[in-house]
């Protein structure tokens, strides 16, 4: 059992430039999240989805979007990257709202 | 709006020892549930431990136990005879459980606390 995948766990973006991160489940999951972290700062929600076909923001969702066309996958859209958008994205699942989160193994995002 | 405080930037601890983790949290839904997560150096997040606001009883897990006093709102991780793989970022995070489940299962983590194990 995969659990969360993320792909791919490491980039290099120049300003300006877009790019998809690739998150998808394989536990059949409804609600996915998005999540940064920026250096030593906890995790913050970009974006999140509650079933094929819906999604909302989350506390940080300037600069990204999110399509969720099934329900395995998940993906976070970066059009015109910032320096800002430096950070670690996570990916994340949950069967229901009383049980843990199984998050992915991160994207580290460098913007130069 | 649901907030989660952790005041300890970075603890130490003497192997085999046990150590305590503060997280504060506060909130006005009822329902509620309080996570633990590990983050070591290679960034993965591991569940530790859940602890949820109507659990008569504290959560443990292994060595480690929730040290829950909801009337003062904390949430503390308590790690008994603490091991060198223990040396890791940890995080306390809340998800509320609104009527209707309607939160969605989001969590908002704490700012997190740097836990070094000393041999």
Redesign the interface.
């Known amino acids: 059992n995969a659990g969360v995948t993320q792909t791919p766990k490491f980039r290099i973006l120049k300003i300006g430039q877009s790019m998809t991160l690739q998150c998808t489940q394989d536990m059949n999951h409804n609600?996915m999240?998005w999540?940064r972290q920026d250096p030593?700062?906890?995790?913050?929600?970009i974006y999140?989805s509650?079933g094929a076909g819906i999604t909302?923001k989350?506390e940080v969702p300037n600069g990204y979007n999110v399509s969720r066309s099934t329900t395995e996958d998940f993906p976070l859209r970066l059009e015109l990257a910032a320096p800002s958008q430096t950070s670690?994205y996570?990916c994340?699942s949950?069967r229901?709202?009383?049980?843990?989160?199984?998050?992915g193994?991160?994207t580290?995002l460098t913007v130069v | 709006a649901q907030k989660?405080t952790q005041t300890q930037p970075g603890m130490f601890v003497q192997e085999k020892e046990a150590v305590t983790l503060d997280c504060t949290y506060d909130t006005s839904d009822p329902s509620y549930?309080l996570?633990w997560y590990k983050q070591p150096s290679s960034?993965?997040?591991i569940?530790l431990i859940?602890q949820?606001s109507y659990d008569q009883q504290n959560a443990t897990e292994g060595r480690y136990s929730l040290n829950f006093q909801k009337a003062r709102k904390s949430a503390n991780l308590v790690i008994s005879a603490s091991q060198l793989g223990d040396s890791a970022m940890y995080?306390c995070?809340m998800?509320e459980?609104n009527a209707g489940?309607t939160?969605?299962?989001?969590?908002?983590?704490?700012?997190?606390t740097i836990l070094t194990v000393h041999p």
């Open positions: 609600y999240y999540y030593g700062m906890g995790l913050k929600l999140y509650v909302d989350g670690v996570f994340a949950v229901g709202v009383g049980t843990e989160a199984f998050f193994q991160g580290r | 989660i549930g996570f960034g993965e997040m569940f859940y949820g995080f995070a998800r459980v489940g939160s969605y299962g989001k969590l908002t983590f704490g700012q997190g």
